[in-house]
């Protein structure tokens, strides 16, 4: 079974490869999934929660959503905001059972 390190770095060349597909689409002008924004935002919460470094693309993609939402100027949705209670509690257990594995 592969160690915690082990599966954060996989959490994180993973998160990096998605980083990239999305911020391709973004220059092509094509459009990005909901759900790879969200698994790439899951990501670098999981990373972030470890103390494993983020990498640097999935920072720049997570700073660029970050202001084309700001941009917008519109407050988080009553969806939006259940998808992030979603998204806490989804990190809960996995964070519960590498302290029992730790």
């Known amino acids: 079974m592969p160690s915690k390190d082990d599966r954060l770095e996989q ?3 993973m998160a990096d490869l998605l980083a990239d597909r ?3 689409a973004q ?4 459009e990005v999934k909901d759900s790879d924004i969200l698994a ?4 670098s919460l999981l990373l972030s929660e470890y ?5 640097p ?4 993609v997570v700073r660029r959503l970050d202001a084309a ?6 407050e988080a949705s009553e969806e939006e905001r259940q998808d992030i209670e979603r998204l806490a509690h989804s990190l809960r257990p996995f964070q519960a059972r590498e302290d ?3």
């Not at 790439?40 to 990501?43: N, S, T």
């Not at 693309?57 to 720049?60: I, R, W």
């Not at 939402?69 to 519109?74: C, D, T, V």
């Open 69 to 74: 939402k700001s941009n917008e100027g519109a």
């Open 11 to 13: 959490v994180a060349r």
């Open 27 to 30: 220059i092509l002008g094509r």
């Open 57 to 60: 693309l999935v920072m720049q």
């Open 40 to 43: 790439l935002l899951e990501a």
């Open 22 to 24: 999305i911020l391709n």
């Open 51 to 55: 103390g494993q470094e983020t990498p």
């Open 100 to 102: 029992q594995e730790g």
